[in-house]
């Protein structure tokens, strides 16, 4: 699920800032048609994927200050890259809990499952 997030915002940065956030409006509006959220919870499940999609974003464009391919720069972006996959985690159980506010668990796996099926088409 890591990696599906990681292809979709890897597209959304390639974007000007206010395309981006079009783009993960109308992604958020496509996902709440297909997994059937209805008004009033469809307002909130836009804006809270649209938070929740933002602050992913924040997390993987920090890049590694170690760029070089000495082992200690290898071995400080492989340590870079775990704590970013624990940021990201955290972030994905925490949202898990304000999903699941409005959403059923099947509403949430079908929202993960959509993600994947969007990034394996890029």
């Not at 469809?42 to 760029?67: C, D, G, H």
């Not at 400080?76 to 668990?105: C, G, N, Q, V, W």
Request: with cysteine; charged share 30%.
């Amino acid at each position: 699920m890591l990696c599906c997030l990681c292809g979709i915002l890897a597209v959304s940065f390639a974007q000007v800032p206010s395309e981006r956030m079009k783009a993960i409006h109308m992604a958020a509006v496509r996902i709440a048609d297909r997994i059937g959220v209805e008004e009033p919870a469809r307002s909130e499940f836009i804006q809270l994927y649209q938070a929740f999609k933002k602050e992913s974003a924040a997390i993987l464009s920090v890049k590694p200050a170690a760029t070089g391919n000495t082992e200690d720069d290898i071995e400080a972006k492989i340590s870079a890259d775990f704590e970013k996959s624990e940021k990201i985690l955290s972030l994905r159980k925490a949202y898990y809990e304000k999903f699941r506010t409005i959403l059923t668990p099947s509403q949430i796996q079908a929202m993960y499952d959509i993600e994947k099926e969007y990034n394996a088409r890029r």
